[in-house]
Each structure stands twice: as structure tokens, then as C-alpha cells.
């Protein structure tokens, strides 16, 4: 019988030696290459940069950086231009989606690099970048796109004038500027006084406590200020206070609306922290019944300060029905120097005034029927205002030279553009400058770089510049690669105008001018023979002229669809939260009455105004329009703060008008409005609202879907005309389309954000109706926004 072999010790020190070499060396191996791959990932260092070569749409061997959209798509782009040796794109539609996969990608906040996108265009109209980092993990946590303004027009009137970091300054002067070291220095060393700026959407480099006045004329042993009458409603103002605050004020619910009348009252210093927040009562009549008296409310607020100097006040509505259904009876504080933030809403006849320090613009806006039709600005110049022809809500706006002015009667007037008090003796100016949106500022600070071709200062090229790590989703993951989504608000216009023009099976006959004819059937003659300059210019860009005949035409039929019930006698709450801009269609009887809440998200640092515009359906001019104020919290802390602003637009025709909302960093928390009939126009955007809800959506021809999903993985249940509901699941960040019959299909969501584009939406199905356009005739005619210029995207990292 075998005996086994023993091993010896020294055979097995030398096996145990040669295992731990070997294990040494495999440890050490996968180390390097770890370190190895780390090291170039940190250090990675490229230039990528593509034009609008053929080859260069859809990914092929090679290629870190290409163009994800199809280079036929005629509903975005017309023919190629080489210029150069450089293939150029004429665009006629947006947004244009742009895929960077990189060789090394590993960022980190520890080792953050610079990346700088660089866009050449020739271009009329703005255009924003959007930035959306991708991964095919699904872990928990959202990875939503950030979005910058990306090229504004204006610009092209501005030189250089200082930069600092990723921040520019232009100038309407080109002079020498004194260098500084930070832009708050900058500002004040080089720009007069009582300048406009005007900060660039994403912007906001600095807070308004920087430019806080420190030339006020405040007498601390003054006798208190009182209103002079009742105001209505949500206002703001500024004040100079001494150490501490002292309100005596009444608040009178109206009960002109049913539901309860709550507010609250908001002290804010003056970087944007509150200092103080009330909540004012309802007065318990829940019922609409203004004759059911009830005496006002009496609240007394004594509370001492951080510090002697400006602070803000709000009155804030925060009650369900958003309808400014109380009003401020008296109001009374231990200051000599207020002024409110635009004009509030007076009850009452009353003077305001102002003090205007460079020719500048005042809107006025009347707010009832019966409130003045001719409003007087006495001063450095006497200036008389027409309203009766404006209506209920039509905007005036007017020029004003600088000087001093009184403007009176300003009862249920709303005026904008200036700070106003009650007379001079109560004026200040709580700020050294005054930020604007006009397009005219002295100054316009943006987050991006424009530079003008020396040679053809037509072309222009745009960069901006970020960090790397804002490329890492909130929850951690690895990225993979990054879609850059590069859009025009006017293109978007075009695009969907096309497409729903190439599904109704039209074709292109004849273009002059940007006027395009289409139509289901060939013509003989040249139609534009026929058609006077005249005709033409009236005309506006995206609006719709269907006929089946030239003597049609001349009458400029538009066929309004008249199956349509208006049910402009029920009021509507909306209160899915809606993220960012958004267009809504309503259909509606002489008077659109519109009351929104807004939520800042303060995710960013700047002021989140939101703009509200309503137009004719098909046409961009602007009927009614008004601002919701920022919150008052310009920094990026996440903290939300709310605001609520009202659009009442009358003597309108029954018909279909096109609802904008627009601006970032907001959510549309609650709209009211007074039909049944609304729906949102080619795009949702819904914020998580921590419960189930369903979307409708009805098109007329089979179309499609595009669906985007942020947060824990969402069930989603589909229903299809004739079709059993179908459950689907999605995950963070994932993106599915959906083909739909014609017909009503319903999406029934858990709780969760969601982006759907491609369609109009609503929350009920009997919100829902047929649009008039594009009804079966022969001919369509249309305007469509000029093409722009694309010639290339560069993207650097440094």
C-alpha cells in the first residue's frame, strides 16, 4: 500500500512565500490599473467639436461627440451651407440633441474640472442649453436637466466690458472701466447711480443687499405712517426701520368668493431672511355673501431688529381660492420712509408718488371696470394716460424723463417700473440700482461669453462654462455619457406647427418671405401673385389661414370649431404642480380671470419671476400680460417661498387663447381660472406630488409620446382607446415613448415627476377639446419664424 507524500516545512514556507508574491502581485496589479484609470480620468484633458456634416448625426466608430437627431428631419432642418470647408445647418425647428460619451469620465467634487460648450450661430431669437447627464444605472435619487440661457440676442448692441469667472458684463457704452477685483466692486466703481441692469435668465451673481442705499434721509423720532386707504389683496414694500418694528394694521375679509380668506404677513431683511411670518385668519364666513358683515380683524406686531436699515413686508394670500377676496383696512408703523414695490391695489381714490432719476418706462394696467380712465403724472413734465381704450387688465406703458412725479387717481390702478410712495416726504430709494428686464439697460450681466466675428460680426459664438461635478446625479451614480439639448422657444413654434402640418398630410406648395402655402392638392398658377404685401404683413408669425378657394382667403375665414361649450360660467382649480414654463390652451366667453400660486424653488441663486402672457390661439401678440414676483429669496438655499399674482383680461371674443407661463426655478403650485375648458399645449412637466394622478390626452390622428421619469421607480397604468390597461414600470431618469391611437388615452401615474412632450395634456378628460385648426381644406397659409444659422458645437475640457 502507497504511503501519501509528506510535505516537508521548507516545501511549504516556499509555497506559502510563492502564494503570497503571486497574491501581492494581483493586489498591486489591479491597484495600478485602478489608479492608473483614476489618474487619467481626473486628468482628462479634451477638445471635441463637431459641425453639421452628415457624417456627423448619430453615433459612428470613433466619435465622443455627435449629433442625436436625424439629418432628413425636415420639421428641424433645411438645406447644408459650407462656409469655409465648415458644413452649416439653416434650423427651422428645436431642440437639437447633442450626445458627449468621453473616453475617461469619473468627476467628482474633489477633483472638479471646467467644462466650456461653444455654439457658433447666426441667430434672431434666444436660444438655452440644456444638460442632462445619463446613466443605465437606476438607483434611487433624480437627475434633473439643467437648463441655461444659452444666447440672447440683445447682446448684439453690448461690448465686453468685464468678466469675472463665468460671469460677463456688457456695456451699451464702449469705454475704459477701472478693473476690479469681484463684479459687486466692479458695479459700483464703474456704473452711475440709479443705472438699469438687466440680469440674464440663470443669473444672479449677487444679492440686492449689496447695493442696499446708504444715502437715506431717515429721521428715527418721526410720528408713525399711516395708509390712506384700504388696499386689496397681496402687495409688497420697503421700509427703514430703526432697531425695531412696530404694526397696527386691520384686515377685512370680503367674502365676495366662497372658501376661506387666509393671509399672512412677512417680514424679510434685507438679503431675503425672514425675520417674522403671521398667519391671518379667515374671518369664519366660508360662503360668498359680501352683505354678511363682519367686523375687521385687529393685529399689533412689536418685535425688535437686527439692525437699523431697509427690510421688506409682504402681505402674502395664501388661502385655497387665490382670489385677494380680503383687503388691509389700516395700517399703521413706526417709520417715516416706505415705498412699495410697484403699486398696490387701492380701494379707494388716491395719489402715489415717485422719483424717477433716468428716462425709464411705467406700466399702467387698470384692475376694475369702473377704476380711471385718465391718469395724470405731474412733475419735471406733466403726462396724461388714456386708458379707456385698454380695458380691464390692458397694459399703457409710458416714458418718463427723469424728475419728480404725482400720479393720481391710482385707484384699482396696478402701476410697474419704479418704487412709489404716498408723497416725497415718505420716498427713498431702498436700492443704488435698479434691476430691469428691458431690453434697453444700461448694463446686462449674463453667465455666459458672446464674442462677434471681427470679420462678419453676423456670426456670433456663445460659451458657457461649468463644473464638472454638476454633471454627477444628486444620487451618486456613474455617468455615462451627457445629451446636450441645444432649443429655441420660436424653432419649438415652427416644429410643432410642421408636424402637425406633415401628419395632416399637407405638402409644401410655395414660400415668400417666411409665408408658406401648403396644401393637399397641386395649384397652376403662382399664388403669391395674387396676394398684396399688404395682405401678407398682417399675417403673424405661427398663426393659421385654412381655405379652399382664393375668394375664401380674401375673407380670412379661420373657422373657430363652434362643437366647443365654453363653460366660461365654472371655475377650475388646477392643482398638479407644474415645474417651469408652460403653455396652456382654454377656450372661453369675454373674460379670461386668472389667478396663479407660485412656488420658488430657489434651487439656484437669482430672482424666479414668473411671466404670464395670453394670446389669440395661432397668434404671438400679447393681449394681457403681468409678473409674479420672486419670493424675496434670491440665494440657492432650496428653501420654497410662495407668491400669487392675478390676470384678469375682458371684451374678449369667444374663442381659443393661448395661456404662457414662463421662467425656471418655480412651480406652478395652483392656477384657478374660469372655464372647463384647458389643456396644456405639447408639454407637462410634473413636480412629485407625493400622490396618484392621472393625465388625459386625445389626439386626432395617431401620434406619439415621449415620457421622462425622475425619482423612485414609478408604476405606470396605460389606457388605450379599445385596449385593456396596460402596467408599465419606470425607472430614475428613464425615458420611454408611447405610440397612440386617435382617440382618449389616459396615463395613471404613482406619485412621482414626470416630463411628457409630444401632445396636449389634461387632468380631466371633459377639460379636453378639438382645436380649430387644420379642419380638412385644401389650403393652409402660415408664417413661420425666420431660420437661424447653426454652424458648429465645441465642448473643452480643462
Not at 453615433?59 to 432642418?77: H, M, P, R, V, Y
Not at 410655395?510 to 398684396?532: A, H, P, R, Y
Not at 381659443?656 to 384647458?678: A, H
Amino acid at each position: 500500500m502507497p504511503t501519501a507524500h509528506k510535505t516537508s516545512l521548507p516545501e511549504l514556507i516556499k509555497h506559502n512565500r510563492l502564494l503570497s508574491v503571486a497574491l501581492s502581485i494581483t493586489v498591486i496589479f489591479f491597484i495600478s490599473f485602478f489608479l492608473f484609470h483614476l489618474y487619467k480620468a481626473f486628468s482628462y484633458r479634451t477638445v471635441e467639436q463637431t459641425d453639421f456634416h452628415n457624417n456627423s448625426f448619430k453615433k459612428k466608430a470613433g466619435q465622443n461627440l455627435f449629433i442625436n437627431e436625424n439629418a432628413g428631419d425636415s420639421t428641424k432642418f433645411l438645406e447644408t451651407i459650407i462656409i469655409n470647408d465648415v458644413h452649416t445647418k439653416k434650423i427651422i425647428g428645436s431642440p437639437i440633441s447633442f450626445i458627449w460619451k468621453p473616453k475617461h469620465f469619473i468627476f467628482s467634487k474633489q477633483f472638479d474640472q471646467t467644462i466650456d460648450v461653444s455654439v457658433t450661430l447666426q441667430s434672431n431669437t434666444p436660444w438655452y442649453l440644456e444638460v442632462s447627464p445619463r446613466s443605465t444605472k437606476t438607483t434611487s435619487g433624480t437627475t434633473t436637466p439643467q437648463r441655461y440661457q444659452l444666447y440672447y440676442p440683445g447682446l448684439k448692441n453690448y461690448s465686453l466690458a468685464a468678466s469675472f469667472s463665468d460671469v460677463s458684463v456688457y456695456a451699451k457704452e464702449a469705454k475704459s472701466w477701472t478693473p476690479k477685483d469681484t463684479l459687486v466692486e466692479w458695479v459700483k466703481e464703474n456704473v452711475p447711480p440709479f443705472s438699469q441692469i438687466r440680469l440674464l435668465e440663470g443669473i444672479r451673481p449677487f444679492g440686492v443687499a449689496d447695493f442696499a442705499n446708504p444715502m437715506i434721509g431717515f429721521d428715527p423720532n418721526t410720528v408713525k405712517t399711516s395708509f390712506p386707504g384700504s388696499i386689496r389683496g397681496p402687495h409688497s414694500f420697503y421700509v427703514f426701520l430703526n432697531n425695531e418694528v412696530d404694526i397696527a394694521f386691520k384686515k377685512q375679509d370680503l367674502n365676495w368668493f366662497k372658501g376661506e380668506d387666509t393671509a399672512a404677513i412677512v417680514i424679510r431683511d434685507v438679503y431675503g431672511e425672514e425675520i417674522l411670518r403671521q398667519a391671518l385668519e379667515d374671518d369664519g364666513v366660508d360662503a360668498a355673501k359680501p352683505d354678511m358683515f363682519r367686523l375687521p380683524q385687529q393685529y399689533q406686531i412689536l418685535k425688535p431688529l437686527p439692525y437699523t436699515g431697509i427690510y421688506r413686508i409682504d402681505f402674502e394670500d395664501i388661502n385655497e381660492t387665490l382670489q385677494k377676496d380680503w383687503a388691509i383696512t389700516s395700517f399703521v408703523i413706526n417709520t417715516n420712509k416706505i415705498v412699495f414695490d410697484g403699486s398696490p391695489i387701492f380701494t379707494s381714490p388716491i395719489s402715489l408718488y415717485t422719483q424717477i432719476h433716468q428716462k425709464k418706462t411705467i406700466s399702467v394696467r387698470r384692475m376694475k371696470s369702473d377704476a380711471p380712465e385718465v391718469i395724470s403724472f405731474t412733475g419735471t413734465s406733466t403726462t396724461t394716460v388714456d386708458l379707456s381704450k385698454i380695458g380691464t387688465a390692458g397694459q399703457k406703458d409710458i416714458e418718463l424723463e427723469a424728475g419728480s412725479y404725482t400720479i393720481q387717481p391710482a385707484d384699482y390702478t396696478e402701476l410697474r417700473g419704479s418704487f412709489f410712495s404716498f408723497d416725497e416726504g415718505h420716498y427713498f430709494d431702498p436700492f443704488i440700482y435698479y434691476l430691469t428686464d428691458r431690453k434697453d439697460a444700461d448694463i446686462v450681466i449674463g453667465n455666459y461669453t458672446f464674442i462677434k466675428n471681427p470679420i462678419d460680426p453676423d456670426w456670433i459664438t456663445v460659451k458657457k462654462s461649468f463644473k464638472s461635478s454638476t454633471l454627477m446625479p444628486e444620487s451618486g451614480k456613474f455617468t455615462e455619457s451627457v445629451e446636450f439639448l441645444l432649443s429655441s422657444p420660436l424653432m419649438e413654434k415652427n416644429q410643432i406647427l410642421l408636424e402637425e402640418l406633415l401628419t395632416k398630410n399637407y405638402f409644401q406648395l410655395e414660400e415668400q418671405d417666411n409665408v408658406v402655402l401648403w396644401g393637399k392638392k397641386k395649384i397652376n398658377e403662382n399664388f403669391f401673385d395674387s396676394m398684396t404685401s399688404a395682405e401678407l404683413d398682417t399675417l403673424e408669425p405661427h398663426q393659421l389661414i385654412e381655405f379652399n378657394s382664393l375668394e375664401e382667403l380674401s375673407k380670412k375665414v379661420e373657422g373657430i370649431n363652434p362643437g366647443i361649450e365654453a363653460g366660461s360660467d365654472i371655475t377650475t382649480v388646477l392643482s398638479l404642480p407644474l415645474r417651469g414654463t408652460h403653455i396652456f390652451l382654454v377656450y372661453t366667453t369675454d373674460i379670461i380671470d386668472l389667478t396663479i400660486h407660485k412656488e420658488d424653488l430657489n434651487r439656484e441663486e437669482g430672482a424666479d419671476m414668473a411671466s404670464v402672457a395670453i394670446s389669440n390661439f395661432g397668434s404671438d401678440k400679447v393681449l394681457c400680460e403681468t409678473t409674479i414676483a420672486d419670493d424675496g429669496n434670491i440665494s440657492s438655499d432650496k428653501r420654497t417661498g410662495a407668491r400669487e399674482g392675478r390676470l384678469l383680461c375682458e371684451n374678449i371674443p369667444e374663442g381659443i387663447y393661448t395661456v404662457t407661463v414662463s421662467g425656471e426655478d418655480f412651480l406652478i403650485k395652483k392656477m384657478k381660472i374660469n372655464t372647463n375648458k384647458i389643456m396644456l399645449k405639447n408639454k407637462l412637466f410634473v413636480h412629485d406630488t407625493g400622490t396618484d394622478y392621472t393625465i388625459y390626452t386625445q389626439p386626432v390622428v395617431p401620434n406619439s409620446i415621449d415620457m421622462r421619469h425622475w425619482g423612485p421607480q414609478q408604476k405606470l397604468a396605460v389606457t388605450l382607446p379599445t385596449q385593456e390597461e396596460r402596467l408599465l414600470t419606470l425607472n430614475d431618469g428613464e425615458r420611454k415613448k408611447i405610440e397612440l391611437p386617435s382617440g382618449l388615452s389616459s396615463f395613471r401615474f404613482s406619485p412621482g415627476s414626470n416630463l411628457l412632450i409630444g401632445g396636449h395634456f389634461s387632468f380631466n378628460e371633459q377639460y379636453l377639446f378639438d382645436l380649430p385648426i387644420l379642419q380638412g381644406k385644401n389650403f393652409v397659409l402660415t408664417r413661420l419664424t425666420p431660420p437661424e444659422t447653426l454652424q458648429s458645437f465645441k465642448l473643452e475640457v480643462r
